[in-house]
């Protein structure tokens, strides 16, 4: 089992910014990607960005330019979205996926999405 957690919504005024936090936990053997992905009403989910375990990344074309993905090696299996310059078409439920191996006797794919967390930019 792997268990994903996002952190770090909120109510921003345009203009403005946040940082995201996701964290992977549970039977890890290997993360080859993490990634953020957003909701809006009554839309369908889209991909944010990605980033494997390399470092390469791929951001959507409406975040380049405000978002930032990173991770740091001082806190394990963590990546965070530093959101700025944010508009109101920015409004969603953000969700962290991760994708990798889990460390049980046959290395099973996992695909593993945390519950969302809420960001409202609006004056």
């Known amino acids: 089992q792997v268990q994903v957690v996002e952190s770090g919504g909120g109510l921003v005024q345009p203009g403005g910014s946040l940082r995201l936090s996701c964290t992977a936990s549970?039977?890890?053997?290997?993360?080859?990607?993490m990634g953020w992905y957003r909701q809006a009403p009554g839309k369908q989910r889209e991909l944010v960005v990605v980033?494997?375990?390399?470092?390469?990344?791929?951001y959507a074309d409406p975040v380049k330019g405000r978002f930032t993905i990173s991770r740091t090696n001082a806190v394990k299996n963590t990546v965070y979205l530093q959101m700025n310059s944010l508009k109101p078409e920015d409004t969603a439920v953000y969700y962290c996926?991760?994708?990798?191996?889990?460390?049980?006797?046959?290395?099973?794919?996992?695909?593993?999405w945390g519950q969302g967390t809420q960001v409202t930019v609006s004056s």
């Open positions: 996926n991760v994708l990798g191996l889990s460390d049980d006797n046959y290395k099973t794919n996992f695909d593993s």
């Open positions: 549970g039977s890890i053997f290997r993360i080859n990607v």
């Open positions: 980033m494997n375990s390399g470092g390469s990344k791929e």
